[in-house]
């Protein structure tokens, strides 16, 4: 086994950028490059890699659609204590997104990116016995993006 270290961001850039092309592919533009991201979006989805790793401790008889599920609960709960409520479209200034919804009311397309992202995650931590490095938790001001 591969035994590596990885930064939290590392990992989460690379699960932000197998959804940015799983949403190019899908017809979604709505995703703008790692570095072209807000630092409240890029420290999201460090956040969400954080969470994904903590969950893993937690596996026995959960199945990879078990944990995206449990991967956009937990984005649907952070969005909706920031405010955020369900619309037609993305807006930051209005706190909409389309995806404020429960797991099983997603798109196929919307459930595939929890999947691979949780996939990311999984491979590089448990299958490859990657050590992240966890940054200091965000300032609530950077969550509000």
Request: proline share 4%; net charge negative; with cysteine.
């Amino acid at each position: 086994m591969l035994k590596v270290q990885l930064d939290l961001e590392y990992i989460a850039r690379i699960c932000h950028e197998a959804q940015r092309a799983l949403g190019l592919a899908f017809g979604d533009q709505s995703l703008e490059p790692w570095e072209l991201e807000s630092n409240g979006k890029r420290q999201a989805v460090m956040q969400g890699v954080h969470f994904a790793v903590a969950a893993m401790k937690d596996a026995t008889g959960k199945t990879l659609l078990d944990f995206a599920r449990e991967q956009h609960d937990s984005w649907f709960k952070e969005h909706e204590k920031r405010g955020w409520v369900r619309g037609p479209f993305y807006s930051r200034e209005n706190k909409t997104h389309p995806n404020m919804t429960p797991f099983d009311l997603l798109s196929d397309q919307q459930k595939a990116k929890d999947l691979v992202f949780r996939s990311i995650v999984m491979a590089l931590v448990r299958d490859l016995a990657v050590t992240i490095e966890t940054p200091r938790e965000p300032a609530a001001s950077v969550l509000n993006e």
